[in-house]
């Protein structure tokens, strides 16, 4: 026989809980008055139930802690992904905004100019001169062609040099290379402006008397095919020469730095670059015939211009 049976104490504990389990059996009925048994095994039960009840509650408050940490977590990760996405919203809004003003400009344009326009982005600069050339992503494919100007909302930019299928190589004003009829505007001088393959320009008067001043504007003369006359070159920042020669430095309109958009002169009244050969109309029988000498056409070109805007 095992030794636990020989125990008295294994005995005293037997008992004990028997007439527990006959006690708790005997009040299942429904009374109102407790035993003197009862009454002392409740209290002596008491400080138990106290302890195992703040274990209890313990342990369901730890389950409610880990829950809820895993809930701030999930909130806190997403919080993190918004606030990660912001930045480049913000940054969207701003460049729609940006082209959204440059597109209200470049309408603007438009509606007072004569001139028809085919817009371009800027794809590329010169790596050696940041100030000699510039490529767009308009080519032969949209009808550009050699020469054509090359402008934005503020002014002249340079003329087209070389074309591709699909894309052309800008000589922008600035380049050395550069040379462009120019006139002030309100003295009405004339001169040649070049290049300095930097910000500023230099112009060369044909007049050595030629009345010009800090601040007074430039614009072409429209003395040559390449360059609609009136177009805004920029202002006068010095003025300086003695003698045979006079020249003055010019601080371009456009801002060479931040070029991201332009506008390719397609057609000007001056030239009628950019449009077809029309056909001579043919005098009917019972029309007078045309003089053997007709008259040349005028100084601003006797082609209709189409109806001026910017092709997209």
Same mark, same amino acid.
């Given at each position: 026989m095992p030794r636990i049976f020989r125990s008295k104490t294994f005995y005293v504990v037997l008992v004990a809980a028997v007439a527990t389990l006959v006690l708790l059996g005997a009040t299942q009925v429904e009374r109102t008055s407790v035993t003197r048994a009862e009454s002392w095994l409740t209290d002596a039960l008491a400080p138990l139930q106290a302890v195992s009840s703040r274990a209890v509650r313990a342990v369901s408050g730890t389950f409610d802690a880990i829950a809820e940490l895993g809930r701030l977590r999930s909130e806190n990760q997403h919080l993190r992904e918004v606030l990660a996405q912001q930045p480049g919203l913000q940054t969207q809004m701003e460049e729609l905004q940006v082209e959204n003003e440059q597109l209200r400009r470049e309408l603007d344009l438009t509606k007072r100019s004569p001139l028809r326009y085919l817009s371009a982005d800027v794809i590329g600069r010169s790596s050696d001169n940041w100030f000699a050339t510039l490529t767009i992503n308009r080519g032969s494919h949209d009808g550009i062609t050699r020469d054509m100007a090359v402008v934005t909302e503020q002014g002249l930019v340079g003329r087209v040099f070389k074309v591709t299928g699909r894309t052309a190589s800008v000589m922008l004003l600035t380049d050395r290379d550069s040379g462009i009829g120019s006139l002030v505007a309100q003295s009405r001088d004339a001169g040649i402006l070049r290049g300095q393959d930097q910000a500023d320009l230099t112009m060369r008067f044909f007049n050595p008397d030629a009345q010009v001043n800090v601040g007074d504007q430039v614009l072409t003369s429209g003395l040559n095919s390449l360059f609609p006359k009136g177009i805004p070159v920029g202002?006068?920042?010095?003025?300086?020469? %003695?003698? !045979? *020669?006079? $020249?003055?430095?010019? =601080?371009? =309109? *456009?801002?060479?730095?931040?070029? $991201?958009?332009? !506008? *390719?002169? @397609?057609?000007?009244?001056? @030239?009628?670059?950019? !449009?077809?050969? !029309?056909? $001579?109309? %043919?005098?009917? %029988?019972?029309?007078? =015939?045309?003089?053997?000498?007709?008259?040349?056409?005028?100084? @601003?070109?006797?082609?209709?211009?189409? %109806?001026?805007g910017v092709t997209p």
């Open positions: 202002r006068v920042s010095q003025v300086s020469g %003695q003698g !045979l *020669v006079k $020249e003055a430095t010019v =601080a371009p =309109a *456009v801002d060479f730095y931040h070029l $991201e958009r332009v !506008l *390719v002169v @397609t057609w000007s009244p001056a @030239t009628g670059m950019g !449009l077809p050969a !029309l056909p $001579e109309p %043919q005098p009917s %029988q019972d029309s007078p =015939a045309a003089p053997a000498n007709p008259p040349g056409p005028t100084e @601003t070109g006797g082609t209709t211009p189409p %109806q001026g």
